[in-house]
């Protein structure tokens, strides 16, 4: 479904990301770890088409996001690790702001704003104004809005971050249902226990490069995917 | 000390920043800004030179010291009056810097010492070229110099101590109210509108004759007290004329940073509660738009909230309602006064009223060349960009809603008000055609070329949007840039009707501004989608 071929990027001399390349498989969830400055949301914005980078291709669902980035984007859905929406709207405008962007049909988004509000107790806060919200409630919007456009592919950073215990869990339950309808999740995360748990596939970035990448048991074999992760940074 | 010293330097590199776009070289960065700059403050040291020459004849020539320091402090204090709110009391360290054991007034200080550096370039552009003006054109002093010098440096003081002030009284007063923004809009208008007006009562009590510039200086002496003492010094210096402006000086600033202190955390406070609005049953019935359609609605919804914004770019806008309504509702007045108190003027009541097509096509290129709506567009979406770029709308798409929103904002005030013009004045068929095609293709090229000024000198990661607004590289090329046009714009149009004739002359001026119009659309067709997608929030 995302296939990253051999793709670099450098930042003046400094190599963000060397010669990465990986396939994440449609039905998968598939986290990419790393510590701070990795290159994961360089990664992750390069998939999106957010950010050009400098050699290589990556491929959605077949089309390259750099020859084809409309039809790549329509697929797909980000979520920033930083919640940075309109805030001057309310949220849900913004949400249907977001839906006219992907062309979603009145009932369908009407159908997915009303379920994913009750799921994350935001049915009586669609009302107010973004600015009003928390970091929390922000990340909520932002998640219901991507969702809203049922994508196939979701692309996610950091996106436990900021979130209350019942707002993971729900998300977690999100993730696997997407999933389980064919969709495919990509996010980043610090958090390894989730990652352990949720994750079909890992890849493990150290410096712009990918340092292991492979099912869940190929990667911990006997260890916790914490102590491998720590093994892999103090190589 | 240190503590303030500290801040100030991380406050004013952050201010540097402003060139901190996706230049090629630091030094490249500069250039064309300052190049601009440089270029007003020269068309400034003419006019100065040519009034000083003129006043010289008189005996009057240090009129010129008062007007442009008059000048230069209005434009201070309008400047300071919009922006000082958000730059005041809205920047995002606020929460980081409180939590720190700083004393209140040494963060507003630090807040105050970076807006008057800003302010100072004021002092360069429109006052160094009168004093240039000024000794050139007479025999100065040693002292004179250092009167300048101390003049540069002080008259950005009072304004920005008013507009501190006023920026703090129109913050605490909207933040108790819901609807903060408009109400932060009113109140700078209103204060706007109260200092024109008293300017004008000054005006107005000066009688106008042959003397008028010299007599206006006087008038100017008689309530500015920085211009009354620059006046003093340079013709007669007096060193303790010269301490005692110093020190009132600095105890002006220091009560104003004093009293913007004691209720600095209070003003924040208030600012920073979202009052929300009942919590009303959301009804999932939503309405399906076009790309096109969101995009402009979400554009106008982020112009309607951003107060620095709204003030900045309707100030164009309301000066044109003011000059049209003014020349529609007091027309015979306006000729009788321009006909019989200007002596030499060239033109006869009629021949006036047949030029009202070319007076309505300069109103217009004045409303349109200074509204540069889009020039920050792209800067102010800040993080957001990139949730903006992830979505499937393309990158000239993005920047033609923006232009298209920009014109939406304009169009109507100025269309409204040509064809007022128009039915007031019986403007013919033709001409009214011609003003029309201009209410359109004004706007267009001004809006096509602030977009590709906000493309070249976008930054995301500004303090407030104050700073997008005001105090950014883009803004000052846009400014400087409006400068230009409007008074080339205005020249041309002018000399190409009486050249020419009218139709002639309107019909040229509009060719050139549609040939402008769609060359800047093909180079956005052609280089848009690759700006956009260079930029990265």
């Not at chain 1, 748990?197 to 493990?204: E, G």
């Not at chain 2, 208030?270 to 076009?290: C, L």
Request: hydrophobic share 50%.
């Amino acid at each position: 479904m995302i296939k990253i071929k051999k793709v670099s990027k450098l930042y003046g001399d400094k190599k963000a990301l060397d010669n990465v390349s990986f396939e994440v498989k449609k039905g998968e969830i598939f986290a990419f770890i790393g510590h701070n400055g990795a290159g994961k949301t360089t990664l992750i914005k390069s998939i999106c088409g957010i950010l050009d980078f400098d050699k290589g291709d990556i491929l959605i669902d077949g089309h390259s996001i750099k020859e084809e980035p409309l039809d790549c984007k329509k697929k797909m859905a980000y979520i920033s690790d930083d919640p940075e929406l309109y805030e001057d709207m309310k949220a849900i405008s913004f949400i249907n702001f977001v839906c006219d962007m992907y062309d979603v049909p009145t009932e369908v988004r009407d159908k997915n704003i009303k379920r994913y509000a009750e799921m994350f107790g935001m049915e009586n806060e669609l009302g107010s104004e973004i600015k009003s919200f928390s970091h929390g409630m922000k990340q909520k919007v932002a998640l219901m809005a991507a969702l809203s456009h049922e994508p196939k592919i979701l692309i996610m950073d950091e996106p436990f971050v900021g979130l209350d215990p019942k707002a993971i869990f729900d998300m977690k339950e999100v993730m696997k249902d997407i999933v389980k309808k064919g969709g495919t999740i990509f996010f980043s995360t610090h958090i390894l226990d989730v990652a352990e748990k949720l994750c079909d596939r890992v890849a493990i970035v150290k410096k712009g490069r990918i340092v292991k990448v492979g099912d869940m048991k190929e990667i911990r074999g006997d260890k916790s995917l914490e102590k491998v992760f720590l093994e892999l940074e103090e190589k | 000390m240190s503590k303030f010293l500290s801040l100030l330097k991380a406050s004013m590199s952050g201010g540097i920043q402003m060139f901190n776009y996706h230049g090629k070289t630091k030094r490249s960065r500069w250039t064309v800004p300052l190049l601009l700059a440089a270029f007003v403050g020269v068309m400034m040291l003419f006019s100065a030179s040519a009034i000083t020459a003129e006043l010289k004849t008189e005996g009057g020539e240090s009129a010129i010291l008062s007007i442009y320091v008059l000048i230069t402090a209005a434009i201070i204090l309008m400047e300071g009056v919009y922006k000082c709110g958000d730059l005041l009391f809205k920047p995002r360290d606020n929460d980081m810097l409180l939590a720190m054991p700083i004393k209140r007034s040494v963060i507003v200080s630090t807040r105050i010492i970076k807006l008057y550096v800003f302010e100072l370039l004021y002092c360069m552009i429109f006052l160094l070229p009168a004093i240039i003006a000024y000794a050139i054109n007479t025999e100065v002093g040693t002292s004179f110099y250092l009167t300048s010098v101390t003049m540069l440096i002080l008259v950005p003081v009072i304004p920005i101590a008013i507009s501190c002030v006023i920026g703090l009284i129109t913050s605490a007063l909207s933040a108790r109210f819901r609807h903060k923004t408009i109400l932060q809009v009113i109140f700078s208008f209103i204060i706007l509108f109260a200092f024109a007006a008293i300017v004008l009562a000054v005006n107005t009590r000066s009688d106008i004759d042959g003397h008028m510039i010299s007599m206006a200086g006087d008038k100017i002496n008689q309530f500015f007290y920085p211009a009354a003492t620059f006046v003093n010094l340079a013709t007669d210096f007096n060193i303790w004329q010269y301490l005692l402006f110093v020190a009132i000086n600095l105890a002006i600033i220091v009560v104003a940073v004093l009293l913007i202190g004691k209720f600095y955390f209070q003003t924040i406070n208030r600012m920073n509660i979202v009052k929300r609005g009942a919590n009303k049953e959301v009804k999932y019935k939503s309405v399906r738009r076009s790309q096109t359609s969101a995009m402009v609605r979400k554009e106008l919804t982020k112009y309607f909230n951003t107060p620095v914004l709204l003030t900045n770019t309707a100030v164009g806008l309301v000066l044109f309602i003011v000059a049209a309504g003014a020349l529609c509702f007091n027309y015979d007045g306006l000729v009788e006064s321009l006909t019989t108190s200007l002596e030499n003027f060239p033109l006869t009541a009629e021949e006036i009223h047949s030029l009202m097509p070319s007076v309505a096509f300069g109103l217009v290129a004045f409303a349109s060349l200074m509204t540069f709506i889009t020039a920050t567009m792209i800067s102010l979406e800040r993080k957001s960009f990139n949730l903006l770029k992830s979505m499937p709308i393309s990158g000239r798409k993005i920047i033609m809603t923006k232009v298209l929103t920009a014109m939406l904002l304009i169009v109507p005030v100025t269309l409204l008000g040509a064809i007022v013009m128009a039915i007031r004045f019986q403007f013919g068929i033709i001409d009214t055609l011609l003003v029309l095609v201009g209410v359109i293709a004004l706007p267009l090229v001004t809006e096509l070329i602030g977009i590709l000024i906000d493309l070249k000198y976008a930054r995301f990661d500004a303090e407030t949007d104050a700073v997008v607004v005001k105090q950014s590289a883009g803004v000052m090329v846009a400014t400087f840039l409006g400068l230009g046009m409007v008074l080339t714009t205005i020249s041309l149009t002018f000399g190409t009707v009486f050249l020419a004739g009218q139709t002639v002359g309107l019909l040229i001026m509009d060719a050139i501004f549609a040939i402008v119009a769609l060359f800047l659309y093909f180079v956005i067709a052609a280089r848009g989608e690759e700006k956009i997608l260079k930029l990265t929030a």
